[in-house]
């Protein structure tokens, strides 16, 4: 009877072990479809990422073209802006241009209009106007303004800002006393007596180049028409990309015997080349007429700076120069974030009757 009641309870726990195993079962059933849905919808998310991850890639790829489109047509514009100003100031319509005639020059000073007072440096002076550069870009001066100018060797200087560039201030000059004009022109004699030498160099050297050509083109080594060749074709393969024209091969043959005697005229010469009216300098020194290296964009931008183009606001000004000569303050790029302050002189070759480009010959100020 004990055995009978025992297996009675037995059955009965297992009933109930049935019944919570069909429970549990059911439960994980159910776990089972909601992991599946979840799985789902993971999945689903999944995919939303991933289309999402690709729209945004494709709106990434679309964003980086229209910048570089942007920075391309603003580089562009700059361009033609800075090419525009300085074919108008070698015009013969542009009466300032046939005027003035601005030296290199490196004054400290200070410019003042309204409240603001911005200090740096006077580096091109003029009897009519002068180029000041900031020390900081953040210059907040707008052109037509009013300005002063305060050096210690000219005192207080009045006049008008008629341009403003990155770190650029050009000022014209009005209601000057006789003091402060001696006192410009006396700086001026001082500035054209120091550079003499330079400007001798480059008239002589300007003056070769103009009669190699011209020989060249009566022995017929080259056209009258070649000579002015402005079909400028990229080298297949270079970094920063070259150019030749029908011209290149000549100044390779006849430029390196006269701009490398005036770069050791003195160790103050640092640059000493032609160029063309639109900025093509076919014939580098010799230091830095190396073949380019493939791959090696770096070191070709360094040391392979023949066949390229040079159209900073110096480099137009020096290619246009109609000038019996032209001095200029520029600043150079030596690599490694080291830029030098330059004066340059510039003096127009002209070939047949022709202008054809300049003489480049810069030192260190």
């Known amino acids: 009877g004990g055995i009978s009641k025992t297996v009675r309870d037995i059955d009965g726990v297992s009933t109930a072990v049935q019944g919570a195993a069909e429970e549990q079962e059911g439960t994980l059933r159910e776990l089972s479809r ?7 919808g993971v999945s689903a998310v999944a995919r939303s990422v991933t289309e999402i991850s690709t729209r945004s890639r494709d709106i990434e790829q679309a964003a980086s073209v229209v910048s570089e ?34 030296r290199p020059v490196l004054i400290p ?44 060797l000219f005192g207080t200087l009045t006049g008008t800002i008629v341009a403003i560039g990155k770190t650029s201030i050009h000022v014209q000059f009005h209601d000057l006393d006789a003091s402060s004009q001696s006192r ?22 300007a003056k070769k180049i103009e009669r190699a050509f011209e020989q060249a083109i009566e022995r017929r080594e080259v056209t009258h028409e070649q000579m002015f060749d402005s079909r400028y074709r990229p080298i297949v393969g270079t970094d920063p990309v070259q150019f030749e024209t029908a011209f290149t091969a000549l100044c390779d043959r006849v430029l390196p015997s006269i701009q490398e005697p005036v770069l050791k005229l003195d160790p103050r010469i640092v640059l000493s080349v ?24 770096a070191w070709n931008a360094a040391n392979s700076r023949n066949r390229r ?40 070759i002209v070939v047949v009757g022709r202008h054809w480009g300049a003489f480049r010959l810069a030192f260190k100020a």
């Open 184 to 205: 410009i022109a006396s700086c001026l004699r001082q500035v054209d007596a120091e550079h003499r030498p330079f400007i001798d160099a480059a008239t002589a050297a």
């Open 109 to 152: 000073g200070e410019v003042r209009s309204r409240e603001l007072r911005i200090a740096g440096n006077v580096l091109d002076l003029s009897g009519s106007g002068l180029r000041f550069r900031a020390d900081s870009a953040d210059i907040g001066l707008v052109e037509g303004e009013a300005a002063t100018v305060e050096t210690r």
């Open 274 to 297: 032609a160029v063309d009216t639109n900025c093509y300098l076919p014939t580098h020194h010799m230091q830095l007429f190396q073949p380019q290296r493939p791959g090696d964009a």
């Open 34 to 40: 909601s992991l599946q849905e979840a799985s789902t």
């Open 309 to 348: 183009f040079f159209k900073d606001r110096a480099g137009l000004t020096a290619a246009r120069t109609t000038r019996e000569f032209l001095m200029q303050t520029c600043d150079r790029n030596m690599g490694g974030g080291k830029v030098v302050t330059l004066r340059e002189v510039d003096v127009p």
């Open 69 to 102: 489109l942007v920075n391309g047509t603003n580089a562009r514009v700059s361009e033609l802006r800075a090419d525009l100003l300085v074919s108008l100031r070698q015009s013969s319509a542009s009466n300032r241009g046939l005027v003035e005639h601005r």
